[in-house]
T-cell receptor
Framework: NAGVTQTPKFQVLKTGQSMTLQCAQDMNHNSMYWYRQDPGMGLRLIYYSASEGTTDKGEVPNGYNVSRLNKREFSLRLESAAPSQTSVYFC?????????????FGPGTRLTVT | AQSVTQLGSHVSVSEGALVLLRCNYSSSVPPYLFWYVQYPNQGLQLLLKYTTGATLVKGINGFEAEFKKSETSFHLTKPSAHMSDAAEYFCAVTPWGGSARQLTFGSGTQLTVLP
């Protein structure tokens, strides 16, 4: 049982390049989330998927797109990377039932845009 | 809209001393409350949570937190710090209703434990 896995662990992009961050969970969770972490700002929600087939914007969605590929996988795409998107990206999942509250986090992807 | 304020971006304590990390929330309805810990170069791990019931909640590694509705606070404490407690700690809230249960995080407190 690996929990939440993310690939890649590290990535360096040039401004304008595109890439997709991958996230998968093996806990049969319904809800999945993408956050970015910047120094002094905690984690901010980019997009989330409350259940398979649905996605919604979070606090900072500009410059990103997401795909809920199936129940296990939730990817984050940067179409044209900008230096402001240099950050650590975390994926998380939650069972999604009414009385479930905690989210389980992956190890993160460190992205640098030059 | 909800918000979370963590007082003190850096806290230093001596090994064996009391750890107190402060968290205040702003919400029209008391939310559900969490503390997460992040060790260097790792993801976030849940320390403890308050949803309903007893306002003093115990978590892993000897940590506990008390929900005080009148003070809109959820401070994290540990009676005796250990070197292994050095990490960054995040307070987070999620709304009482709704299906998505998005988390709103505080800006984090870096805990240093001095020998």
């Amino acid at each position: 049982n690996a929990g939440v896995t993310q690939t890649p662990k590290f990535q360096v992009l040039k401004t304008g390049q595109s890439m997709t961050l991958q996230c998968a969970q093996d806990m049969n969770h319904n809800s999945m989330y993408w956050y970015r972490q910047d120094p002094g700002m905690g984690l901010r929600l980019i997009y989330y998927s409350a259940s398979e087939g649905t996605t919604d914007k979070g606090e900072v969605p500009n410059g990103y797109n997401v795909s809920r590929l199936n129940k296990r996988e939730f990817s984050l795409r940067l179409e044209s990377a900008a230096p402001s998107q240099t950050s650590v990206y975390f994926c998380a999942s939650r069972t999604g039932t009414e009385n479930s509250y905690e989210q389980y986090f992956g190890p993160g992807t460190r992205l640098t845009v030059t | 809209a909800q918000s979370v304020t963590q007082l003190g971006s850096h806290v230093s304590v001596s090994e064996g001393a009391l750890v107190l990390l402060r968290c205040n929330y702003s919400s029209s309805v008391p939310p559900y409350l969490f503390w997460y810990v992040q060790y260097p170069n790792q993801g976030l791990q849940l320390l403890l949570k308050y949803t309903t019931g007893a306002t003093l909640v115990k978590g892993i590694n000897g940590f506990e937190a008390e929900f005080k509705k009148s003070e809109t606070s959820f401070h994290l404490t540990k009676p005796s710090a250990h070197m292994s407690d050095a990490a960054e700690y995040f307070c987070a809230v999620t709304p009482w209703g709704g299906s998505a249960r998005q988390l709103t995080f505080g800006s984090g407190t870096q805990l240093t434990v001095l020998p």
